[in-house]
């Protein structure tokens, strides 16, 4: 019944790994066609729903994974022997990983949908994984704690920054013309920046394990993206690349 149950959790981790990969190979592809095609284009809408829906997709099969990992991490992962390092990374990091990339994605998404009538972006998924963020975050913190690996505290610091930034537009009253699209341009690189992270990360191991979890290799997808998500909020404000938005004209 043990070997039974151990067959199970590997078959089911990798059935999630295969869709990890897929899902999020689509996602590190799609990424780049919105944000450097000519915003508000046909080009822009159709990827921009393929990279969202890649990022769901993504994020729910992280979830799997780390859920198997937490139930066996040594028979999931027998390359690497020590049990609460794996449960720590590939548990409950991932786990967090997973929950920030599926907030991101929605919220990126709800802003955009909801741009004409602001009190939707309050609607319960939308906050449901503000809540469920918060509380990954600070489980991976403590869990950081108590296996000694304060590069998990990384996590932790974005997904409560996350949580708080969404929070404060969502409850905004009166938001201003265009915060929609700069919470949108915010959320979608940021997810981006979320599954790059993960690929450099994670895809180390197996390659690279010396690197895996080297503060620098971490820091190449949060660099380019913060430098994304400042170009264009600043495009945004100067009213250039969104003109036909900025006179409050319906996208597409």
Not at 117 to 131: C, F, G, K, M, S
Request: hydrophobic share 50%.
């Amino acid at each position: 019944m043990l070997a039974q149950n151990v067959q199970t959790v590997v078959l089911a981790f990798d059935g999630f790994v295969i869709l990890h990969i897929l899902a999020g190979s689509l996602g590190l592809v799609s990424f780049w066609v919105p944000v450097l095609a000519r915003k508000g284009s046909m080009l822009h809408r159709q990827f921009g729903r393929v990279f969202t829906t890649a990022m769901l997709v993504t994020g729910f099969a992280a979830i799997g994974i780390s859920t198997c990992t937490l139930i066996d991490p040594l028979a999931t992962h027998p390359h690497l022997p020590d049990a609460a390092w794996v449960k720590g990374i590939f548990g409950w990091m991932m786990q967090g990983l997973a929950v920030l990339t599926l907030n991101l994605a929605w919220y990126g998404h709800s802003s955009l949908t909801n741009r004409y009538d602001h009190r939707r972006n309050l609607e319960w998924r939308n906050v449901a994984l503000q809540i469920l963020l918060l509380a990954t975050s600070i489980n991976c913190a403590w869990q950081s704690l108590r296996i000694g690996q304060p590069v998990m505290l990384g996590m932790p610091g974005i997904g409560i920054a996350t949580v708080a930034t969404n929070l404060w537009f969502m409850l905004k009253k009166e938001p201003g013309k265009l915060d929609w699209l700069k919470e949108h341009i915010k959320a979608l690189v940021g997810a981006g920046i979320s599954v790059y992270t993960a690929f450099f990360a994670f895809g180390a191991v197996r390659t690279i394990p010396t690197l895996a979890l080297h503060p620098g290799l971490w820091s190449i997808p949060l660099i380019v993206g913060l430098a994304l998500i400042i170009y264009h909020r600043l495009q945004v404000d100067r009213g250039r690349a969104y003109g036909d938005r900025k006179r409050g004209a319906p996208a597409g």
